[in-house]
């Protein structure tokens, strides 16, 4: 069977590293597979490497041009069935699907329409409402996700399903520590801090300004803290990125917090921390989250759907109130006051966590049945 993948970034992120994960677990003797999506990141070059050879296209942005572009693709490559990750390609892809007679199964990576001014929110509803009819399948990475689409009106549980994104636990916790890092940023000997770390894309919506605020608060207390933040930021949110480090300097963290930017070791820095953050305003389903877990941390996440799909209130982590820094620096204490057998118990409920709801084993294998029941159903 040939199974084209329509995505709009191979930047790092969650989308990007979905596809790329599924594909590493796909039989490729079964299946014949294509992928459009845009040159931009890393994972571009980690699709070659596991013999795919992408179409550059852009479609974050609404093109004529892109759309033909695409529809020749598809008509030359004839593929018996489309996957679409994302806004974008989900709208190129599903009206292509309708027009060209393939069926089409559709992942929502965040369906965030409540953050969208009032007149973009119902135009998005409205065409997104039309989508679905054009959609065989639905995937939503969390129960949260599906929740917030409930307000689409031909979507039911007959259409659609919840599939959690997934994680290799074992090669995660095979990785060594980085302890070399941390000794070259000059945080302080490692018996005289605490470090806490935060994974993500520098961006509003991960509320790394609120972090800072909270994190200012709590030093107070708690001088001997210390914060890595790891993640790239996107052009479009170079001035937030600014403003970030302005707060930084002007408040006398310098020494305290430190930006890393993109990190191909990330994962072994994470591993040598003690605490992890999550202070987001949305998520999907955010696998800096099933890492920190996977690599025994002790969790502060902010209350939201995403988030709350993973983290169990005092069982994995700590759930604090969103747009916060209050309660984000009350988080942080928290967890500074845990005792060796509360952190133990959520290290170990962490990783069982991973294990039983959100292997990527189970994420591969509940997608590719999705794949082969539209297909039966096509035909």
Same mark, same amino acid.
């Given at each position: 069977m040939k199974l084209a993948i329509i995505s709009g970034t191979t930047a790092p992120g969650g989308g990007p590293r979905h596809i790329y994960s599924l594909l590493k677990k796909m039989d490729r003797r079964e299946w014949d597979v294509m992928v459009c999506t845009h040159k931009d990141g890393s994972y571009w070059n980690k699709l070659i490497a &596991?013999?795919? /050879?992408?179409? =550059?296209?852009? *479609?974050? !942005?609404?093109?004529?041009? /892109? %759309? %033909?572009?695409?529809?020749?693709?598809?008509?030359?490559?004839?593929? =018996?069935?489309?996957?679409?990750?994302?806004?974008?390609?989900?709208? @190129?892809?599903?009206?292509?699907?309708?027009?060209?007679?393939?069926?089409?199964?559709h992942t929502f990576h965040g369906f965030q329409h409540k953050l969208l001014p009032a007149i973009q929110r119902w135009f998005y509803l409205f065409v997104e409402n039309i989508l679905t009819l054009l959609t065989r399948h639905h995937i939503f990475v969390g129960n949260g996700e599906k929740n917030k689409a409930k307000i689409l009106i031909f979507l039911n549980d007959s259409n659609s399903s919840v599939i959690n994104n997934g994680i290799d636990l074992d090669s995660i916790q095979a990785l060594p520590p980085a302890e070399k890092v941390l000794a070259s940023l000059k945080l302080g000997t490692r018996e005289s801090v605490?470090?806490?770390?935060?994974?993500?894309?520098?961006?509003?919506?991960?509320?790394? =300004?609120? $972090? $800072?605020?909270?994190?200012? +608060?709590?030093?107070?207390?708690?001088? @001997?803290?210390?914060?890595?933040?790891?993640?790239?930021?996107?052009?479009?949110? +170079?001035?937030?990125?600014?403003?970030?480090?302005? @707060?930084?300097?002007?408040?006398?963290?310098?020494?305290?917090?430190?930006?890393?930017?993109?990190?191909e070791d990330a994962l072994e820095i994470l591993k040598s921390i003690d605490f992890y953050i999550s202070p987001s305003r949305s998520e999907g389903l955010p696998?800096?989250?099933?890492?920190?877990?996977? #690599?025994? !941390?002790?969790?502060?996440?902010?209350?939201?759907?995403?988030?709350? =799909?993973?983290?169990?209130?005092?069982?994995?982590?700590?759930? #604090?109130?969103?747009?916060?820094?209050?309660?984000?620096?009350?988080?942080?204490?928290?967890?500074?006051?845990?005792?060796?057998?509360?952190?133990?118990?959520?290290?170990?409920?962490?990783?069982?966590?991973?294990?039983?709801? %959100?292997? &990527?084993? &189970?994420?591969?294998?509940?997608? %590719?049945?999705?794949? !082969?029941?539209? *297909?039966?159903?096509?035909?």
């Open positions: &596991l013999g795919v /050879t992408p179409y =550059d296209l852009v *479609l974050r !942005k609404l093109s004529l041009s /892109t %759309f %033909f572009k695409l529809l020749n693709i598809l008509r030359n490559e004839k593929p =018996d069935l489309i996957h679409t990750h994302g806004k974008g390609p989900g709208l @190129y892809g599903r009206l292509l699907g309708w027009v060209l007679g393939i069926p089409v199964v605490k470090i806490f770390g935060t994974l993500s894309r520098v961006s509003p919506e991960k509320g790394l =300004d609120i $972090l $800072l605020e909270g994190f200012f +608060e709590a030093v107070k207390t708690a001088p @001997y803290i210390r914060l890595l933040v790891i993640g790239d930021c996107p052009g479009e949110h +170079e001035k937030y990125i600014k403003t970030i480090k302005q @707060y930084i300097h002007e408040n006398g963290l310098d020494d305290a917090v430190k930006i890393l930017g993109a990190r696998y800096n989250l099933l890492e920190a877990l996977a #690599v025994g !941390k002790p969790v502060m996440a902010t209350d939201i759907p995403g988030n709350n =799909d993973i983290i169990r209130k005092s069982v994995e982590g700590v759930l #604090v109130p969103v747009n916060s820094a209050r309660t984000l620096a009350h988080g942080i204490l928290t967890l500074l006051e845990l005792g060796p057998e509360e952190r133990k118990a959520m290290q170990q409920n962490g990783k069982s966590r991973i294990r039983d709801q %959100f292997s &990527l084993n &189970l994420m591969a294998e509940k997608t %590719f049945s999705v794949y !082969k029941k539209v *297909l039966e159903g096509s035909s």
